[in-house]
């Protein structure tokens, strides 16, 4: 007669896992990690627009940090892993709004400051919930309780003019009759994909050291900056064109609001402010009539704000959609800080020239 010991009996009962179920497994596992790691520490994005060159070219691929800050708890819980607004490849919603929970934000290693390059929820998009809103990529220039002004395309923070990015571009109207090869812009580093062709030249997005190289060429007669003058009003401009008659090069002054700070509501307060209260600060039964704001049927004025803001914009000054457009970005939509790209790719390119190599593993600056 067979005796089994009680080690035997253990290793008889246990089935061996078929293939499927080792790889389902490992799938499983992979799943929860890249989950955990995308929410806490570091998510990968890609830049799909010029509004960041050259700082940031389109076809980068970056690492964005969640520890500087301090990664948000899940507003949304019920949504696929591993996905944002729609399940991969489809137009199917990833999520289901029926749970909606209070956002925290857990201790990071820093606060957002000046210059920073910020991934952020698009504020405007109001149709998805907070945490699933757009990311957006740009750079912080103002900081709250700070007054922000734009003068003549320089930025001009509590009266002081602050240093502009390195690689900042406006557009700019190059002047000639000859057909400019795509050779030359590529030399000079010229987005090619946005160079318009217009009567007597090109219009292209340079920095000021480009334009000044493309006026060197024995072929160009001219590189002008475009601006705008200080009396032509933009209808999209925030805060409301009608009261403040702004553009993206002579915009403010405005003060940027901090926790805290409080602001009187008269009429030009309601127009800079009254958004921001209804659609930010958590408050319910907001309601804006006129030059006047309403709290639960009630008259509200004075307020004070419940979370910080900022003021971004991208670094391609006359191709960027940011907050001289839109408003300010509130604490409660910032994802992370771009931290590194670790790849890039030029979709405008072929061949061995499309591999950016030289951006590797850079740092952002």
């Known amino acids: 007669m067979e005796i089994l010991t009680n080690k035997d009996k253990v290793e008889k009962t246990k089935k061996k896992k078929s293939f499927f179920r080792e790889w389902a497994d490992a799938i499983v596992f992979a799943v929860i990690a890249a989950t955990f790691i995308r929410w806490l520490f ?84 109001f149709q998805y919930p907070v945490d699933l809103k757009t990311n957006y990529i740009k750079r912080c220039i103002g900081l709250p309780g700070e007054s922000i002004e734009i003068k003549d395309t320089q930025v001009y923070i509590n009266g002081q003019p602050i240093e502009n990015p390195a690689e900042m571009q406006f557009k700019y109207y190059i002047k000639t009759n000859e057909t400019v090869q795509e050779r030359v812009w590529r030399e000079h580093n010229v987005n090619v994909a946005d160079v318009i062709r217009v009567r007597g030249g090109f219009l292209a997005d340079l920095t000021n050291i480009t334009a000044e190289k493309m006026r060197a060429l024995p072929f160009i007669e001219d590189v002008v900056i475009l601006k705008k003058n200080k009396d032509d009003a933009e209808s999209r401009i925030y805060p409301d064109a009608t009261r403040f008659p702004w ?65 971004m914009m991208g670094d391609n000054r006359h191709n960027s959609e940011d907050s001289r457009f839109w408003g300010f970005v509130p604490m409660d939509h910032i994802v992370g800080k771009a931290y590194f790209t670790f790849w890039s790719m030029d979709p405008t390119a072929s061949g061995m020239e499309k591999w950016r190599f030289d951006r590797i593993l850079r740092m952002i600056d």
Not at 72 to 84: E, F, S
Not at 95 to 121: A, C, H
Request: hydrophobic letters at 35%; proline letters at 7%; zero cysteines.
């Open 247 to 311: 553009n993206a090069d002579w915009w403010g002054p405005l003060t940027i609001p901090a926790k805290d700070m409080t602001v009187q509501l008269d009429a030009d307060n309601v127009k800079r402010y009254g958004a921001v209260i209804k659609n930010y600060e958590h408050n319910e039964n907001v309601e804006i009539k006129g030059d006047e704001l309403f709290m639960d049927g009630q008259k509200i004025n004075e307020y004070t704000f419940k979370q910080n803001y900022y003021f």
């Open 42 to 125: 570091m998510e990968a994005f890609t830049i799909p627009t010029p509004s960041m060159e050259h700082s940031l070219l389109v076809g980068d691929f970056l690492f964005v940090s969640k520890m500087h800050y301090g990664a948000r708890t899940a507003a949304t819980p019920l949504q696929v892993p591993l996905t944002h607004q729609k399940i991969w490849g489809t137009d199917i919603p990833s999520y289901s709004d029926k749970i909606q929970l209070p956002q925290y934000r857990l201790p990071g290693f820093s606060e957002v400051k000046r210059n920073d390059v910020v991934v952020f929820n698009f504020p405007t998009e």
